[in-house]
């Protein structure tokens, strides 16, 4: 009996052995800003000497998302607005507010899913509207009011934009209504799809007369273009905020995950992340290159 219990706990502490030493799963969505949040995701926790597999570039959102309620992922990172699709709230006003956006999620991911939130990018890759650097009438760091004014005086305005931005309540007419103004169709150009590397692209090179185009907060082109996001001080937008999202029994293993990523996603601010991305959209680097570098600079200064 003695010997069958000392094999028994042998292998019970085998299988503890195995456990700990298995590698976290890290994915990311198939874009670029994705890519890059995953790899930095992979160095922070290989850095504490944790062993990590990669499956950066996993899919879309439901993909991803699927995944991790499966298990067959362990961390990824994920935008706080996207809770109002995951939990069918998307008329709560909290997603307008990026500390009442993140709380909410978090507080309902827990306890449904198991899924942890860590701590936030102070950042937001939501639906925005920039403009060319050198559009006269706009002061240095300008918000979608100094727009609205700058059309109430007669400024030439043209928007290069898809159509789902142009026709969504939640997009252009959001913006509109919040801000007091309307675009007539003489102001639009509407493109099919959604690529916004199109509507940058239109806007920087003043195609068809376009000086300004939708775009997401944290788009690498923006600023490669000369191009500056408008920000929106009346919260017209969802806030998508990017966190590490975790499951609850790797968080549990592994404590020391959630300061070292707290400390790394404290310093990704919107202009960070645009230069970031930029680096792999729009000079071709490797992400996996660009995180690692970005890390031991951010780690450096602390």
């Known amino acids: 009996m003695l010997a069958t219990a ?34 930095l995701i992979a160095a922070v926790i290989e850095r504490s000497g944790v062993p990590v597999q990669r499956r950066i ?8 998302r699927a995944a991790i309620l ?32 993140y709380a909410l999620v978090a507080a309902l991911d827990k306890p449904q899913n198991g899924l942890i939130w860590l701590t936030p990018a102070p950042a937001d890759n939501t639906w ?43 997009a252009l007419p959001a913006f509109e209504a919040a801000y007091g103004f309307h675009l007539s169709g003489d102001q639009l150009l509407t493109l099919s799809g959604g690529n916004t590397a199109a509507t940058l692209r239109a806007a920087a090179e003043g195609i068809s007369g ?42 549990r293993q592994n404590p020391g995950i959630a300061p070292a990523l707290d400390r790394v996603f404290a310093t990704l601010t919107r202009e960070k992340l645009q230069a970031l991305n930029a680096r792999i959209a729009v000079d ?16 450096a200064r602390r």
């Open 6 to 39: 000392m094999l028994a706990l042998a292998m019970l502490l085998s299988a503890q052995s195995r456990a700990a030493e298995a590698p976290i799963v890290v994915a990311s969505k198939i874009d670029t800003e994705g890519s890059l949040l995953g790899e």
């Open 57 to 64: 570039g996993l899919g879309p959102t439901n993909i991803v």
């Open 284 to 299: 071709g680097e490797d992400a996996r290159a660009v995180a690692d570098e970005y890390l031991k600079s951010a780690l």
């Open 128 to 170: 925005v509207i920039a403009v060319r650097k050198n559009l006269v009438g706009f002061p240095r760091q300008p918000c979608v009011g100094d727009l609205a004014t700058y059309l109430a005086k007669g400024g030439r305005f043209r928007l290069a934009a898809s159509a789902e931005f142009v026709e969504s309540p939640a």
């Open 210 to 251: 376009v000086n300004a185009a939708m775009a997401y907060g944290t788009d690498g082109a923006i600023a490669a273009l000369g191009l500056i996001a408008l920000c929106d001080d009346e919260h017209a937008q969802v806030v998508y905020a990017p966190a590490p999202v975790i499951r609850a029994p790797i968080l």
């Open 70 to 101: 499966a298990g067959q992922i362990d961390i990824y990172p994920e935008y706080t607005g996207n809770g109002a699709l995951f939990f069918h709230r998307e008329t709560d006003p909290a997603w307008r507010d990026a500390a009442q956006g």
